[in-house]
């Protein structure tokens, strides 16, 4: 078998144990080494012919070739890790949303390391996070379509988990955008937000209507919980990740506000997180 009949493969058995309680962390166990298959095949096939499949090998050595040239070759029997595969795909400008397949990790770690069991509700994230990764990584980095390469039944337990997940993601943005906010750009920072216990995008108010200032927002995957500054903290330094790198006091974005002394102000928007006023 091929390493890609190989990855189809197992995430075919990946999503067939999820429909049975007992089966759940070998679910879990074979969709994530399935994915992992799927992105060494891409890395045999931007190896090329020549290179000994050196960019799946964990160690990869210089060698002289037959024509004196200095070329790349892979070393030993052992296979690239996830941590390899995300530095080899950085240099090679193949994107992956890692936080989406971290998740994936350390659900499937946590089930093997803890033996902790999985509940049928934790696999159904872990499949929607499958069906982001398998079936964007097939269409964008190997040009091909999962339901094909799935096969109608294993793509219909995917999708239904993606439908399900997507519905909680819409419904927890229409909980956000039904409160009151001192300005949109403090709202973005709310609807952007992911857990950072557990990177679940899934983190909102139980109430809707009131001023967002006044709740506390929970995650629905691991409970746990912010008040408003904390989101606000954490968010408006995510807003301008990269954005500003050392420099002047006067380049940074945003300062503490003056007026009242306990909020961000945002210099651009002319916003205050806390009080909300322009200082
Ligand atoms: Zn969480
Ligand atoms: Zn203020």
Redesign the pocket.
Known sequence: MSLFDNAISSIQVGLNDSEYEDRLISSVRNLYSGILLLFKYKLLLLGGTDTSAALIKQNVVPVIDNNGRVTWRGAGNKTIDASGIKERFKSLGISVDWSVFDRINKCRNDAEHFYSALSGEEVSDVLADCFIIISRFLSEHLGMDARKELGDEAWQILLAAYEVYDYEIESNAHKIESLIFHHNIIKKIFLDFA?T??S?PLVGPLQTGLNAEDLIYY?A??S?SYNYDDICNMGVLDLYLGRFSGGHDTDIPFSNCRACNEGLLLKEYFVCTSCGCIE
């Open positions: 857990c216990s557990c679940s995650c995957e691991c746990s």
